[in-house]
């Protein structure tokens, strides 16, 4: 008992986090990123290598079985919280962390009637309040409980169905994904996950470009390929030989023949939306064979309009009267490029760069002079933009012409780069530094004049909508590694769109 006491307190003493990101969660993810970081706590890149499970932002319902599955596929000891305000994520991650370090908490909570609904999967709030016991005393923090068989949890995952699952983007040992793994400290841009059963990874990593997993520790004097991240969530689209379908409700493959006129073996998956490095909440089902993806369409967000996007929220702000200075939105639209770059990056296998793209991202957001930032922003944008071997890398994928971007709705970097993933990128360094410069502008904000992070802001058709609508066109034909690519380098966020605006993208 001492033994296995000290153990585990060894391993809370620097325990590895799982970082998942629901819709409307983004400032909540920045907050834990940071608190992280100043932790130097290691982010996990799979579910069987986390201690402690932090959803950043609001309960959605819709990813209950999603964030179940990924919760039923952490070892124990482990610890699940929800920060749901910025302000939560220390008390929650100390409260995490002093769950996980207790032999009588991890006992007393597996065998307490009803408290396997308090983890992610779970019933509502209101269910919740009889089972948290000494759960207030830790800042809420919601520890493991016990994987037998036809206990509530189990039932939650059986009335919730693999259809629900497909879009919920289960992570199942055939291969399935979480969203926000932005890492830190060493650990930034390992978002690499191990090869499983089924062909595909928990990170989804088929080996595009450069394809195989890198750790955070990858050589910083370059990228080392994209990751290919295609997070095999679900497997929602019912398919296959008859109902035959394989050990936790994943359907089988069917034969088809590809463009080639070869009878390939043809998988239907969701990418998203719990994802590492996906825009949170969006669900992309495509049809594979081999690496190559033959169809592609938008599913359904995992949730309905976010009220206060937060890249956005100045140009909302202006819009409805509110005074707001240009320096403090273009403030909030170059870090929120810096957001985008330190995903792109992350895909692409260069870890170190992806780090500083974050950390100038923060400084931005806590309100760091243009002094201060400016000088650190043109190494950056050096080292980045005259890259040889990230450009090699991505040379090619997703080109979009200006006409045909603008055709489309699309404004913003995306229209004016007019090119693959090197000019989109390319043309957000330019855009950070331009934004860096003006940081000090007193003037008043015109949200006509000005474009928001994703380009020209539209209450009933967001910028994010378009740049959504390109997507399935992109990715036919694409390798899912240079899927992914595509993906980072638009970038589109989904909680600016709403119900309507995606049935327009889909148009």
Known sequence: MGLTAALMRAAAARPQVLLVTSPGGTAVRLAVEAELRSRDWPLASTPAGADVMVVAGPDCPRLRSALGRLWQDMPQPRAYVRATTAD??????????????????????????????????????????????EHREEGQAESGHGRSGGGPRDQVHRESGSGDLGSGGEHRSGGVDHEGHEGHEGHEGSSG?????GGADHEGHHGGPGGERRNADADPQGPQGPQGHGGHGGHGGHHGSGDMEMPGGVPMAEPGEDRDGLTLDRLHLPLGPVLADWPAGLVIRVVLQGD?????????????????????????????????????????????????????????????EAVTARRLRDDLLEEAPSSVVLSRAERFARRVGRSRTLYWLTRGIGPVGTADARAAGVSGPAARAG????????????????????LDSTAPLDPVAWESPRGRWDAERPPSAALAGLLPGLLVGAELGAARLVVASLDPDPDELSAPSLEAARG
Request: with cysteine; glycine share 10%; hydrophobic share 35%.
């Open 88 to 133: 939560d994520v220390p008390a929650l991650l100390d409260a995490g962390r002093a769950c996980l370090s207790s032999p009588d908490r991890q006992r007393a909570e597996a065998r307490t009637p009803g408290c396997e609904d308090e983890g992610p999967s779970g019933r509502d709030d209101e269910h919740r309040e009889g089972c948290e016991g």
């Open 193 to 197: 996950g191990e090869h499983r059963s």
């Open 292 to 352: 190559v993806i033959q169809q592609a369409d938008l599913g359904e967000l995992s949730a309905g309009r976010v009220t206060d996007p937060f890249w956005a929220r100045p140009w909302i702000l202006a819009s409805a009267g509110e005074p707001v200075a240009v320096g403090e939105a273009v403030r909030r639209r170059a870090a929120a490029r810096l957001d985008s770059l330190g995903r792109l990056l992350s895909v692409a296998g260069w870890p170190a």
């Open 419 to 438: 090119g693959d993933v090197p000019a989109r990128y390319r043309q957000w360094l330019t855009e950070v530094l331009d934004d860096v410069r003006a």
